[in-house]
């Protein structure tokens, strides 16, 4: 008997402890994210990102993220994706082939994130360090079986509501073949339309259309300065303006070029300038605390390997196999709300597949 009341005691206070805050025994659901970043380092491998912390002495924000994963990368008709074909698959949850934009392999328009974001009354934005109509930033608003048609690309912008955009490519929009003057045409469209940061008077400013290069943007060692951090910080500025959230993808696009070229320096250099603005992006989520950043990558480039290296120094040595992208998965990282459903391996459409879900798509 003695024995008997011993074990109920027991129970009575070990019972309470293992259910504390959670009533029933049931998980506690958490609320989902009201806004997502979708942060891409073009040609980050995980090399990229080491390299990049061993220049930051072990302070890439990046480190931040308490959760991380990896990401398969292949293409619908290629082991080895391009950039079109990445783009396609965080932006529309299917594959396609290498040089497609948001199209089907067989030419099919296929809705973007982006799009079904802005029919669902989000605000939406695209910043990129390379023209805007590149591959990755075309993916999530553009629909062409040729990634190279940036003039295409460009009237495909004003087909949506996309509320900011910054990066380059002016000359796509005004200095155009087809004689088409699309400034005209944003402007007539609400945007303010600004080739420098420091032109935009902020609390003015609605919609902004940021066309910062007649090209591509300048790499950071020529001259190129904050413009993503800045730009980043000013984008979320004016998306938090919507009480319904925001969807938007940044991309610091030429970790890649410094890939292509087997720059490890020039690699370093964007690694770093691509984390500073991912710190600007988890700040804003620290502080929001309905804001989900993710930050991955399309694809390796030029197949680095970390040779050596001096964290106290800041240093780091490195060779390359190939001026071109690898087939390795790439590393993902996930912060805030939802951020727990990114760990693991999984396919670049499920990153899409994941976001559209916790948005209730």
């Known amino acids: 008997m003695k024995r008997n009341l011993v074990s109920f005691f027991l ?3 070990i019972t309470p402890i293992l259910f504390a805050g959670d009533p029933g025994g049931s998980k506690k659901k958490t609320k989902p994210p009201k806004n997502i970043i979708l ?3 073009d040609g980050m491998g995980t090399a990229q990102v080491y390299a ?6 072990d302070k890439l924000n990046i480190a931040r993220c308490p959760i991380s994963g990896f990401v398969k990368t292949f293409s619908a008709d290629n082991y080895i994706t391009d950039s079109g074909a990445g783009s396609t698959a965080f932006a529309t949850g299917h594959k396609t082939n290498n040089g497609y934009i948001s199209v089907s392999p067989a030419g099919d328009k296929l809705p973007t994130i982006l799009e079904i974001a802005e029919k669902h009354g989000l605000a939406t934005g695209l910043v990129a360090t390379s023209s805007i109509t590149h591959a990755t930033p075309a993916g999530f608003i553009a629909h062409t079986s040729n990634r190279g048609n940036m003039e295409d690309i460009a009237l495909d912008f004003l087909k949506t509501d996309i509320d900011v955009f910054i990066g380059g490519g002016y000359n796509d929009f005004a200095l155009r073949k087809d004689s088409l003057n ?8 609400g945007y303010f339309v600004a080739r420098d940061l420091k032109d935009v008077d902020l609390p003015l400013v609605t919609r902004l259309g940021a066309l910062l290069a007649a090209g591509q943007m300048p790499r950071m060692a020529a001259g190129r300065g904050n413009m993503l951090p800045d730009a980043t910080e000013m984008a979320l500025k004016i998306l938090k303006r919507n ?3 925001f969807f938007i993808m940044i991309e610091g696009s030429q970790i ?14 964007e690694m770093v300038d691509f984390d500073k603005a991912v710190g ?3 700040d804003f989520a620290g502080k929001n605390g309905e804001t989900l950043v993710i930050v991955t990558a399309d694809h390796e480039t030029g197949g680095l390997a970390i040779t050596g290296g001096d964290m106290q120094k800041g240093t780091v040595t490195g060779s390359f196999v190939y001026k071109d992208h690898t087939g390795v998965m790439v590393p993902l990282f996930a912060y ?4 727990e459903k990114f760990s693991g391996i999984m396919d670049n459409t499920d990153v899409n597949k994941k976001c559209m879900a916790l948005f209730g798509f």
């Open 256 to 269: 890649d070029w410094g890939g292509h070229d087997n720059n490890l320096d020039y690699i370093v250099e």
């Open 52 to 57: 990049g912390l061993t220049a930051t002495h």
């Open 243 to 245: 009480k319904k959230g």
């Open 39 to 41: 942060m891409i380092g």
């Open 182 to 189: 699309l400034i005209d045409s944003l402007r007539t469209h």
């Open 11 to 13: 129970l009575l206070v």
């Open 280 to 282: 600007k992006a988890l």
């Open 336 to 339: 805030g709300p939802g951020a």
